[in-house]
């Protein structure tokens, strides 16, 4: 370990001696010493290691960190130098400049994932509009008018009289008016609602709704799709809880909460300091909604489950804050790739 550790210093000083771009010294950066880089793999395998030679891993690879750190930071300087020095006739208009490598967003990763898990297990693939009807996104969800579960949700009116969709729900009746039954249908997508903005919410943030509609569906049904679904994304086992919640379009309700992986159930910032938090709204589609999409609920049951995409990709990614995966800092987003 200590060869391939010297190894990674040889290398890295050349890479960084020869860069002549801040683009490639960036990505140099990462590559090394970012959230999945060669020396941040090498520290997250000490554990399988015994304690003398932890302790001598660790410390040289803390020394070698530290050396690249200010190397690069060096490095960077004198390229800002070099830039600022430049003349008009230092410019060479043939230079054909290579472009950075792009990558997907960690909410788009983790969409990806989930659509995967779900088409293997026969689901249909809906995306829908962003912009939808008061009938789609309330009235046939049995929120009426003057249901007070309107309250919940402080909607962005449009002025052609449609809304933002607060929710991906807005997509079940619009595919049960498509399909019929039985159904299994997976709809991802951004949401609106006019929300004050903390480490946990943010007033636009994607969400997946998901449900199953066959004859003799139960609730052990969604237990099962629920627990497969976070031990494939998550890769690990989780804990989780289950207690009753309040949604006008399914009965019994549901409230699906895991461990937060920020604290590990300690309590913090993100998960307010409960240590639990909330990932998969759930339960049984309610018969009048079945009646509203034109399915018979006296033949059919099912289940649905509304889960955000974002909150995954912070719990799956570690990231405290909601509001830097709604950054502009290519830097950071582009390390879970």
């Not at 039985?182 to 006019?194: A, D, E, K, Q, T």
């Amino acid at each position: 370990m200590e060869e391939r550790l010297k190894k990674i210093l040889a290398e890295a000083r050349e890479e960084i001696r020869k860069a002549t771009l801040e683009d490639r010294l960036e990505m140099l950066r990462v590559s090394i010493l970012g959230k999945k880089g060669a020396l941040t793999e090498i520290l997250k395998s000490m554990r399988e290691m015994d304690e003398e030679t932890r302790k001598k891993v660790g410390a040289l690879a803390n020394e070698i960190k530290n050396i690249l750190t200010e190397m690069i930071e060096t490095k960077k300087r004198e390229l800002e130098n070099l830039s600022l020095n430049q003349t008009e006739t230092d410019f060479d208009i043939t230079y054909n400049r290579p472009h950075p490598v792009g990558s997907y967003h960690p909410i788009t990763l983790v969409q990806k994932e989930i659509e995967k898990i779900f088409i293997g297990m026969g689901f249909k693939l809906s995306y829908g509009e962003e912009s939808t009807t008061e009938y789609y996104n309330f009235e046939a969800l049995n929120i009426p008018g003057d249901h007070p579960a309107r309250d919940m949700q402080d909607t962005f009116w449009l002025s052609n009289g449609q809304l933002l969709r607060t929710h991906t729900s807005a997509q079940q009746i619009k595919m049960m008016e498509k399909y019929g039954a039985p159904l299994r249908l997976i709809s991802p997508g951004r949401v609106f609602r006019n929300e004050r903005i903390d480490a946990s919410h943010e007033n636009t943030f994607f969400q997946l709704e998901g449900m199953l509609i066959d004859r003799n569906v139960s609730i052990s049904n969604l237990i099962f799709f629920m627990k497969e679904l976070l031990s494939q994304v998550l890769h690990e086992e989780v804990e989780v809880r289950l207690r009753p919640g309040f949604f006008p379009f399914v009965e019994p309700g549901f409230e699906l909460d895991m461990k937060c992986k920020i604290c590990n159930g300690q309590g913090c910032k993100t998960c307010k300091n409960s240590g639990w938090i909330e990932m998969l709204p759930c339960g049984m589609i309610h018969p009048k909604v079945l009646e509203y999409g034109g399915v018979d609920p006296k033949k059919y049951t099912g289940f649905a489950f509304g889960l955000g995409l974002t909150r995954f990709a912070m719990m799956k990614y570690g990231v405290r804050e909601i509001r830097e995966l709604n950054s502009m800092d290519v830097r950071k987003l582009s390390q879970f790739n």
